[in-house]
């Protein structure tokens, strides 16, 4: 009797699993590229998006960052910032995109960021090492991503590497 309540619980569970994986969104790995800082380069970006050929603003993506270099922490809030005010108007301190900006961790080399956008919730996840750092939901969570795909990219070369 109990190794067939068992059985029916791990068939319950495995359906629970096999059910939100397919209604969780598929990306595929569209690009990768070498990610240059002052001519250095610090490591490599992947994209990753649920159709490669789509414009990156109306679908979840991911960008993994691995890092072949320590980073300290004010290096990745400096350089959010720069960009987000670069390529959001209106962008300031009390912005909600800020909140991922207050996540970041110093990096050694072999660290990996993973910065995550969720379209059918509107959520935007930051992840160091597989270990969730904390997410926002709003409605322009996906702007974020302007650092790297804005008018005034972190890198214009990176920027074409990823999305063409």
């Avoid at 159709?51 to 320590?70: A, E, G, P, V």
């Avoid at 980073?71 to 959001?88: D, G």
């Avoid at 974020?144 to 990176?158: Q, V």
Wanted: proline share 4%; with cysteine; net charge positive.
């Amino acid at each position: 009797m109990d190794i067939a309540i068992q059985k029916s619980r791990i068939l319950i569970l495995l359906g629970i699993l096999i059910a939100s994986h397919a209604n969780a969104a598929e990306l595929k790995k569209c690009s990768s590229a070498p990610l240059m800082v002052t001519s250095q380069k610090v490591g490599n970006v992947s994209y990753f998006s649920e159709d490669c050929l789509k414009s990156w603003q109306n679908q979840s993506i991911k960008m993994d960052f691995s890092y072949n270099r320590d980073i300290p922490e004010w290096a990745f809030k400096r350089a959010a910032t720069h960009y987000l005010k670069k390529n959001i108007s209106g962008f300031d301190a009390k912005s909600p995109l800020n909140h991922i900006n207050e996540l970041y961790r110093p990096i050694k080399s072999g660290d990996l960021y993973s910065l995550s956008y969720h379209h059918e919730n509107q959520k935007l996840e930051l992840k160091l090492n597989q270990k969730l750092l904390g997410s926002i939901i709003n409605p322009n969570a996906n702007q974020y991503f302007k650092i790297w795909f804005g008018t005034e990219p972190f890198n214009a070369k990176l920027k074409q590497q990823l999305l063409n």
